[in-house]
T-cell receptor, first 114, second 117 residues
Framework: EAQVTQNPRYLITVTGKKLTVTCSQNMNHEYMSWYRQDPGLGLRQIYYSMNVEVTDKGDVPEGYKVSRKEKRNFPLILESPSPNQTSLYFC?????????????FGPGTRLTVL | AQSVTQPDIHITVSEGASLELRCNYSYGATPYLFWYVQSPGQGLQLLLKYFSGDTLVQGIKGFEAEFKRSQSSFNLRKPSVHWSDAAEYFCAVGGDDRGSTLGRLYFGRGTQLTVWP
């Protein structure tokens, strides 16, 4: 089954404790992206990757890091999480560029930073 | 600047009634337009997309959308709403221009749809 998987689905952590949210897709998609969703703000793009070893910032990259060492994986790293990073996070992938192809979304990761 | 406006934060309709969700966009190049649906506790699912050709596009679950370039709009419609359509709907714009927006998709803030039985 074609899918984007994220782990963990739920995470409660404390300020400053480094964490990684994994994202994996099994569709051989070149493009992957991370979004955060906050009430009333819709989805805002954090980082995206056009291909292996190619990443670029979205609208809200501060406080986040990403890497794309393999085509299928695109982890999101929070080196020192803060409460304002409490949010619902989505990973997405698509065959072509994110602006032209319909993106497949993962189920989301709900992060709470205390 | 690229942006999407969904003027209605929340819409309530009765089951069986028609539905129209509004979306206006601002995009410097030829837009690619999308509608996504998010059911409670779920990720986003693509309903339909437009990038060229016929300005009326059909999607899944009986939805359609009409692209009107003169109005910079891409409204989503459904002739008869079902209770299972209650969800949040997001309009998004992207494109294939090779500038700084390559690879980007811009979302509206969403419209929450409530369906009365």
């Amino acid at each position: 089954e074609a899918q984007v998987t994220q782990n963990p689905r739920y995470l409660i952590t404390v300020t400053g404790k480094k964490l990684t949210v994994t994202c994996s897709q099994n569709m051989n998609h070149e493009y992957m992206s991370w979004y955060r969703q906050d009430p009333g703000l819709g989805l805002r793009q954090i980082y995206y990757s056009m291909n292996v070893e190619v990443t670029d910032k979205g609208d809200v990259p501060e406080g986040y890091k990403v890497s794309r060492k393999e085509k299928r994986n695109f982890p999101l790293i929070l080196e020192s999480p803060s409460p304002n990073q409490t949010s619902l996070y989505f990973c997405a992938s698509s065959l072509g560029g994110g602006g032209v192809s319909g993106q497949f979304f993962g189920p989301g990761t709900r992060l709470t930073v205390l | 600047a690229q942006s999407v406006t969904q003027p209605d934060i929340h819409i309530t309709v009765s089951e069986g009634a028609s539905l129209e969700l509004r979306c206006n966009y601002s995009y410097g190049a030829t837009p690619y337009l999308f509608w996504y649906v998010q059911s409670p506790g779920q990720g986003l699912q693509l309903l339909l997309k437009y990038f060229s050709g016929d300005t009326l596009v059909q999607g899944i679950k009986g939805f359609e959308a009409e692209f009107k370039r003169s109005q910079s709009s891409f409204n989503l419609r459904k002739p008869s709403v079902h209770w299972s359509d209650a969800a949040e709907y997001f309009c998004a714009v992207g494109g294939d221009d090779r500038g700084s927006t390559l690879g980007r998709l811009y979302f509206g803030r969403g419209t929450q749809l409530t369906v009365w039985p």
